[in-house]
T-cell receptor
Framework: NAGVTQTPKFQVLKTGQSMTLQCAQD?????MYWYRQDPGMGLRLIYY???????DKGEVPNGYNVSRLNKREFSLRLESAAPSQTSVYFC???????????????FGEGSRLTVL | AQTVTQSQPEMSVQEAETVTLSCTYD???????LFWYKQPPSRQMILVIR??????QNATENRFSVNFQKAAKSFSLKISDSQLGDAAMYFC???????????????FGQGTILTVHP
């Protein structure tokens, strides 16, 4: 059971470069999310997709774009990376049974991004 | 907006002892869910325990239990018989209930680093 898979696991960028973080889930979940984790700030929601075909801004969306490619895949794009976007990024999904009712999130392993 | 506060940046415990991690939250909602997630050095986020606000009974999962005080908006995690493998960052999280646009959107606290001493 792969669960939530995100790539790449590590990436180093220069200021101004662009990149896309890929995320896929095989649990048939409706909803997917991108969070960033920074020291002392916990996890903050960047964007989410409640269902296929919809996306919405979270708490910290500036500098990011997302695409819900299909029910399985949800990508996060940095168009012009900035040092402030150095962080660990997590993709997550939710959606079925008891876990879906409570909104429990299933997370990928995280992607560490460094912007120089 | 809902906020979640973990006032203990770091905690430590001796192996086999009990430790309690604190969490408070602010909400005007009556229907919501609370979670504790564990993040070991591997970085993987692992659900430890969940609590549904409408349930008065405190949730328990093996050595992990919560003290849910709805009126005080407090949600602490108690780890009994601590093990070396419990060493991790622990996050408290809140989600408004009733689905809709808040479906699955969790608000996290700042995290508490737990060290377990042998």
């Amino acid at each position: 059971n792969a669960g939530v898979t995100q790539t790449p696991k590590f990436q180093v960028l220069k200021t101004g470069q662009s990149m896309t973080l890929q995320c896929a889930q095989d649990m048939n979940h409706n909803s997917m999310y991108w969070y960033r984790q920074d020291p002392g700030m916990g996890l903050r929601l960047i964007y989410y997709s409640a269902s296929e075909g919809t996306t919405d801004k979270g708490e910290v969306p500036n500098g990011y774009n997302v695409s819900r490619l299909n029910k399985r895949e949800f990508s996060l794009r940095l168009e012009s990376a900035a040092p402030s976007q150095t962080s660990v990024y997590f993709c997550a999904s939710s959606g079925l049974g008891l876990a879906g009712r409570t909104g429990e999130l299933f997370f990928g392993e995280g992607s560490r991004l460094t912007v120089l | 907006a809902q906020t979640v506060t973990q006032s203990q940046p770091e905690m430590s415990v001796q192996e086999a002892e009990t430790v309690t991690l604190s969490c408070t939250y602010d909400t005007s909602e009556s229907d919501y869910y609370l979670f504790w997630y564990k993040q070991p050095p591997s970085r993987q986020m692992i659900l430890v325990i969940r609590q549904e606000a409408y349930k008065q009974q405190n949730a328990t999962e093996n050595r992990f239990s919560v003290n849910f005080q709805k009126a005080a908006k407090s949600f602490s995690l108690k780890i009994s018989d601590s093990q070396l493998g419990d060493a991790a960052m622990y996050f408290c999280a809140y989600r408004k209930g009733a689905g809709g646009t808040s479906y699955g959107k969790l608000t996290f606290g700042q995290g508490t680093i737990l060290t377990v001493h042998p």
